[in-house]
Every structure is written in C-alpha cells, then in structure tokens.
C-alpha cells in the first residue's frame, strides 16, 4: 500500500507550479513554459518571435533594449550592443588572449576575476 501526500486533493487536482525553461544560446536564445497539461509552450517576445538573438544593447550606460532590437542597435552601432557573451562564461582574460582580437566590446582589465565587459563607466559579469 503506498502513501500519496496530496493536501486533501489528488495529484491531478493540485496547482501546479508555473514550470519555465530557458535555452541560453550562445547567437539566439528561446524561452519557453509547461502549460497544465504538461506540454511545453514557446513564449513568444514583444515582437511575436520566438527565437530571440542573445544581444544586449546599452545607452548611457544602462540597459535599453534587447533580442531582435539589440541585433538593429548592433548593427546600427556595434560599441553600443553585447553578444555572443556566453562564449566568455566561466573564463578570465588570460583565457581569452587570443581571441581578444575579434572582441569588439570592451573587457574588464582584471586578471584575477571572471570576465566583466565594460559598458561606458559600467562593468558587467
């Protein structure tokens, strides 16, 4: 005889918690949820896509905008926008020697640290 711990329902009674999956690619990145039946479900961005370029774009420093619009600042002005970051995950400068070349933004000079990409007068890991 098994014992089930349901609070008074059973199991396909209970709320379940919102369940969300986040596919972090190094060029695009998806995100999606498991609706109540179990079945996963893209979520869509503002601009009705699913697949969204994993790019960060800044202005005066902070944060503005990112995804497909980030990808039209980085192409408009490539100083101003971050991506492929994934790449730099987990590693410090003396990691990066060679490819510090084909960077175009602008990294964090501490050795002794992970990565941090600097953003006018603001760094981020």
Request: aromatic share 4%; with cysteine.
């Amino acid at each position: 005889m098994g014992i089930e711990i349901g609070f008074g329902r059973t199991r396909s009674q209970q709320k379940r918690s919102p369940v969300i999956g986040i596919d972090l690619g190094t060029t695009n990145s998806l995100v999606a949820r498991i609706d109540e039946d179990g079945s996963p479900v893209l979520i869509h961005g503002e601009d009705g896509k699913v697949i969204v370029p994993s790019i960060i774009a800044f202005e005066d420093g902070e944060v503005s905008c990112v995804g497909n619009e980030a990808r039209d600042v980085l192409l408009k002005s490539p100083k101003d926008a971050v991506y492929s970051v994934k790449r730099l995950m987990g590693k410090g400068l003396g990691d990066l020697e060679t490819d510090m070349k084909r960077i175009p933004f602008v990294l964090d000079e501490d050795k002794g640290s992970v990565v941090r990409v600097r953003i006018d007068h603001n760094t981020y890991t």
